[in-house]
């Protein structure tokens, strides 16, 4: 049951060197392990997203892997994104667009968005519907995330 | 003094951090030499329990001690003190911090287990062996109520608690002098919290000081603290209880819980601090739920249509406990007569226990219920009539020229209820003209081209908001010229913070982004209630209102002895006193600060007290009343029964807006939670008083694809009833929309179908209707 093994993973661009216990899932390593506790944890059963982050490039749901799966990976966790003081532009347009109340579902949001945008950056508001349809808010009714979403990705599309 | 930031769209102050993943939830605190809680819950929904055996369990590794109630003697006994106390509740139906003897639903926490991981305490509650008797249960509301039904508690011979009752007028002689009258009955179904947190809490002992700090996912830390003091026999002073950044409160979160007092008595015990964390399944079973009611009524009208009196009968379903009193039917009582002028009402709710979780208020209590046998019954009138349903509520409303209107019944003190202000002709025309009523043929005839039924739905609500007593506040101007609002209003999501702001903000004449507020922490303010019932904009953004012009005042007498000039010459503008026309002459808020928090030898300017702030406790002594009406419109694939809401427009009323923002979201997800009940949301249980559906696989929430995108349109009639004119708008989406739903459910389905007068409804449930009218 205590079975351990030692894992090496990219976490947020810098390699970090563990010993973990075979069962515990990535969330876990990376909330208590690792202090990144903007990975949030909402079902532990793979439904509600609020634990997604970006495994080797995919939105993945950290609760349904095991740590030691992800040995080897490359992972992006919320904390990734910008710092408080210099949000990244769809964590902005979520502040503008009002798309987040209690805050627990929105590090998952904006990884599962983030996966999303960078290969479809011309999503329209159905399409976008559809990449968070595996994350749950109980708070917002999800207009003012897809509005962000759709906000930061014309931003992006004007920039580039 | 203008208005730079109240009534404006600002952005709030609390995004930032939380979109850095840098929130502090209850979970993400680690104390040192923290140990993790998990608890072993009934198996059954009523039983006996003969023994317990927790021998393997303490042997298992990590394990630091396992935990049932007689563990606790040393340091208190008993159930929990009621947080409500009624009448009817002769005696309390409190739960033990974890059970003894008996079990009364499946959930229900019997023993604990503190280890070093959570893993091992999990694995070790895991292996408590408990040998209970099964005694019978009951899963039902209605079964509770029948003759020789099993007691839902052995040691109670009745499972009826008692009977509400309200009402006004005659209803006998109303019904006998009535053009018409309809009898429905109405079944509404329980949903759950589902907050995206869980609950969670860490008890942390400081042996040295005798005190104890307590963290929690609660929306009423206050509340927290009065009765775990009472509890322990404690002093308040010795307990400090805070709730962090929560995750989401709905109602379910204001209760005091079992946990609370379990995590607090093995810290004590154990001398170390502990952590419990909810899990989803945990939730299923030990979070309180909405409610199961069943209502039969009769309404009497006019020929004409108009509404005259409703009487009838409902079963309330409290589950096992009354944790949180008789609130909630309470509330469905006292939320009649909605927004109609009714001659007579007479009304009996029966509180039944049942051996399934306790209900209490989840988003709107039971006002969406009284909004949806109501609205249902004014499109029964409709349809009886072959009228237009709007016309029903044109020709029953209260009108704009009755406000104030005492509407006949009682609030929770016993005072009479009085409507505010308001029109509520005016929302219903603003909601019809907004979503093009008049255009809604057409749209149904290129619908049935495509092969889909379209439904058209009105919903119509009265919310009472802003109970009384109060929320406190203190603002302080530091030395530095930052503003500190400290309140105990607590936050799940509302933008508090950014609210109080931008009151504040106004009132000092400083830049918002000098303005920081702590709240929900009782060691930093003295006082607090509860964050229920839309009632924080009114209490603490009124208490801060009160609080901020005092202070200016006491600013602007200051400045004006170190100015030597007079007050009526002075103005404050970004953080600074200046003498009008006088360039240069000033002083910043921060140095009256600092001349006020005083210095060895030196006399503060003008005599003025100490410190540059002020406390105010703005008392809400009566109801602020916010309402709407909404209109939607359903699109039915008949192939499948399934339910999509195409088109959602809300027009509300909650007086002055502080934060367009804020409230259209608190409005936004009270739709789409709403939207969850008549569709999607459906907490099963067994006979046996199973639940059935304890993961998102088996009950489902409002997901983003089959949500619509929904039009807002706000109507702003101040409240008199307050210094800064606001009424609630936590919880004034949801309480019509799942009567709009299921109106346009009824519509789209044709003349045809029968009278829908139930949620949720499930394609399977459309599907049968089709069938019979096929
Ligand atoms: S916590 Fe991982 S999907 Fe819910
Ligand atoms: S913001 Fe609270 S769950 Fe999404």
Redesign the pocket.
């Known amino acids: 049951m205590s079975d351990r093994r030692r894992i090496t993973i990219n976490v947020n661009g810098t390699l970090r060197n563990a010993e973990v216990e075979t069962r515990v899932h990535l969330?876990d390593f990376l909330r208590q392990s690792l202090g990144l506790t903007g990975t949030?944890?909402?079902?532990?059963?793979?439904?509600?997203?609020?634990?997604?982050i970006i495994v080797n490039g995919s939105a993945v749901?950290?609760?349904?892997m095991l740590a030691v799966q992800a040995d080897g990976a490359s992972v992006e966790t919320v904390e990734s994104l910008g710092t408080s003081k210099a949000l990244s532009a769809l964590q902005q347009a979520f502040s503008r667009h009002h798309a987040l109340q209690c805050g627990f579902c929105t590090p998952?949001m904006l990884m599962s968005l983030e996966a999303f945008l960078r290969n479809n950056p011309h999503a329209n508001a159905a399409e976008i519907r559809e990449a968070i349809s595996?994350n749950i808010c109980r708070c917002t009714g999800y207009q003012g995330i897809v509005n962000a979403a759709l906000a930061a990705a014309a931003e992006h599309r004007g920039a580039a | 003094m203008s208005a730079r930031y109240f009534g404006a769209a600002v952005q709030r102050l609390e995004d930032p951090r939380l979109l850095a993943g840098n929130g502090r939830y209850v979970d993400d605190i680690a104390l040192p030499g923290m140990l993790h809680a998990a608890f072993h819950r009934a198996q059954v929904a009523h039983g006996r329990i003969r023994d317990l055996d927790a021998a393997d369990a303490r042997t298992m590794p990590g394990v630091a001690a396992v935990y049932v109630m007689a563990d606790f003697a040393a340091i208190a006994e008993g159930p929990m003190p009621p947080m409500a106390p009624h009448p009817l509740l002769k005696t309390p139906l409190t739960y033990h911090p974890l059970a003894v003897e008996e079990v009364h639903h499946v959930g229900e926490a019997i023993a604990m287990v503190l280890a070093d991981t959570r893993q091992q305490a999990e694995d070790a509650a895991n292996a408590i062996q408990v040998d209970i008797e099964d005694l019978p249960a009951v899963a039902h509301a209605t079964a509770a109520l029948a003759d020789g039904a099993p007691h839902v508690h052995s040691g109670r011979d009745s499972n009826l608690v008692g009977t509400l009752r309200g009402g006004f007028g005659d209803a006998g002689a109303v019904f006998a002098k009535a053009d018409h009258a309809l009898s429905e009955t109405f079944a509404i179904h329980r949903g759950g919290c589902h907050s995206m947190e869980c609950r969670g809490v860490i008890a942390a002992p400081d042996p040295l000081a005798e005190e104890l700090t307590v963290y929690t996912s609660s929306q009423s830390p206050y509340m927290v603290r009065r009765h775990l003091a009472q509890y322990l026999k404690r002093d308040e002073s010795s307990l400090r209880v805070i709730a962090p950044d929560v995750g989401g409160g709905f109602g379910p979160k204001a209760n005091v819980y079992p946990e609370e007092f379990a995590v607090a008595l093995a810290a004590m015990m154990i001398g170390r601090p502990v952590k419990w964390i909810e899990d989803?399944s945990e939730h299923f079973v030990a979070t309180t739920q909405q409610r199961d009611q069943l209502w039969t009524l009769d309404v009497a009208f006019t020929g004409h249509g108009r509404m005259l009196a409703v009487r009838g009968r409902c079963i309330h379903d409290n589950g096992a406990y009354a944790p949180y009193g008789l609130i909630l039917p309470a509330t469905a009582l006292a939320s009649f007569p909605g927004p109609y002028a009714l001659e007579a009402l007479d009304i009996a709710i029966d509180v039944v226990l049942t051996n399934l979780v306790p209900t209490t208020p989840v988003r709107g209590a039971a006002r969406p219920c009284t909004a949806f046998v109501l609205e249902r019954l004014a499109d029964a009138i409709a349809r009886h009539l072959d009228l237009p349903r709007e016309e029903v509520r044109r020709r029953s409303f209260i009108t704009a020229d009755q406000m104030p209107y005492t509407t006949g019944m009682k609030a929770r003190d016993g005072s009479p209820i009085s409507y505010d202000s308001g029109d509520y002709t005016k929302a219903l025309d603003l909601a019809l003209a907004k979503i093009d009523a008049a255009g809604f043929a057409q749209r149904k005839a290129q619908a049935a081209a495509r092969g889909k039924l379209l439904g058209f739905g009105i919903a119509s609500c009265v919310e009472d908001t802003g109970l009384a007593p109060f929320e406190g506040a203190t603002v302080r101007v530091t030395p530095a010229g930052k503003v500190v609002i400290s309140t105990g209003a607590a936050s799940q999501g509302q933008g508090h913070r950014t609210m109080l702001a931008q009151i504040a903000a106004d009132a000092l004449g400083v830049d918002i982004g000098n303005i920081s507020v702590e709240a929900a922490d009782t060691g930093k303010f003295p006082l607090g209630i509860s964050t229920v019932g839309s009632r924080i904009a009114v209490t603490a953004g009124s208490s801060v209102e009160l609080a901020a012009q005092q202070v200016r005042k006491k600013a602007l007498e200051a400045a004006s002895f170190m100015l030597e000039a007079a007050e009526s010459d002075l103005e404050i503008e970004r953080g600074v006193v200046r003498v009008v026309g006088v360039p240069g002459m000033q002083v910043s808020l921060g140095d009256i600060a600092r001349a006020l928090s005083g210095s060895a030898g030196l006399l503060l300017p003008g005599h003025l007290e100490p410190d540059l702030a002020a406390t105010a406790y703005f008392e809400s002594n009566a109801l602020t009343f916010a309402y709407g009406s909404n209109a939607c419109e359903v699109e039915i694939d008949p192939a499948t029964g399934d339910a999509r809401v195409s088109r959602y427009v809300v027009a509300h009323d909650c007086g002055c807006l502080i934060n367009p923002l804020v409230v259209d979201g608190q409005i936004l997800g009270g739709v789409v939670h709403g939207i969850g009940n008549a569709l999607y949301e459906r907490m099963v249980y067994d006979e046996a008083g199973q639940p059935l559906s304890t993961n998102y696989g088996e009950y489902l929430l409002p997901l983003a694809p089959e949500m619509p995108d929904i039009e807002m349109h706000h109507l702003e009639t101040p409240s008199p009833r307050n210094p800064i004119g606001v009424k609630g708008a936590g919880e004034g989406g949801t309480i019509p929309a799942a009567a709009c739903v299921i109106s346009a459910i009824q519509d789209a389905l044709g003349p045809g179908a029968p009278f829908i007068a139930e949620h949720p409804v499930s394609p399977e449930r459309i599907t049968q209707w089709l069938d019979a009218i096929s």
């Open positions: 969330a949030h944890l909402g079902c532990e059963h793979g439904v509600c997203g609020a634990c997604t749901r950290s609760c349904l998952g595996g | 989803r």
